[in-house]
């Protein structure tokens, strides 16, 4: 039988209402002293709406203008995904000069620089940008915040895509900070003319300590006109939080350089789950994690489909973890529109 969570669930979650939780299979309750093995399924987990309309970007243009449709690095960060589109007729490229002059190319969800919507102009490249629109707001704020003459204090990691994007902006005015660590070496050219932003899927924690590290620099460093840290990134690190505390062990599905899969199990960590493991698929899993668990806890990045999830799910019932209970702190319901480009070419 599940056990009742409303009580901790409400109000959690960002942009969304509390929901009650459901058992996905309920296995009875043993009379016996042996500890129930069971699964805490956290939610939301897996597709936010930028990495759906992303997808969805690419499948669209494959049906709509067939094979090949080239796509400037992984659409998303995700193994299966990238592989999955690939043998649809996707073909993905590091840079525009590797796309034949006038095909088609679409820019992933993570952003890109003006300059690389330039060289595909140069290349008479047909292009479709399929940037998460929250990633393009933080370029809009970058922009605005140039044009006023701020510095800006970019907090994110380096070598990101949507980093290396967003500062492409503005590269005059935006200077990386890659956690608290690096506040100390920052220099500005007017302490009273500093803003910040930051990349969209960060630890929330650890970005709140950046934050307040580099207002003790410059206190009159300028807040973004709202969170950069997108609703998807806060609402799954939420429901880490929200099971944390009854795992044994967490499982987190997506790849290695996926942001904010690998803040999951950061997040795990920081609050007290004693080990926690990404994993790109199912046979991923070594089932010596298992040795002494009661509780596995499970969730996966905003780039990963659900069928991933189940096939881990499926691995865990086979161990003995079948009975199944979702823990879901926050209802998702933003969509975004496709890229009108899709229609205007
Ligand atoms: Fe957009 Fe957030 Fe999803 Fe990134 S994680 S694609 S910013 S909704």
Redesign the pocket.
Known sequence: MCKGREDHRAGLGVGAAPEYHGCMVDAPVSADSVPRKRVLLAAPRGY????DR?VQTVESALERFGAPVYVRKEI?HNKHVVQTLEERGAVFVEENEEVPEGSLVIFS??GVAPDVHETAASRNLRTIDAT????TKVHKEAVRFADEGYDILLIGHEGHEEVIGTTGEAPEHIKLVDGPDSVDSIEVRDPAKVAWLSQ??LSVDETQQTVAKLKTRFPLLLDPPSDDI????QNRQIAVKQIAGDCDLLLVVGSKNSS?SVRLVEVALEVGVPASYLVDFASEVDPAWFEGVTTVGLTSG??VPENLVQDVLELLAAHGYAEVEEVRSAQEKLLFALPHELKRL
Do not use: D, E, F, K
Request: charge should be neutral; hydrophobic fraction near 45%; include cysteine.
């Open positions: 936010c709406a930028g990495v992303a998303v969800a993570h998460c629109p929250l990633v969209t899927t997108c609703y998807a990134t904010n905003a780039s």
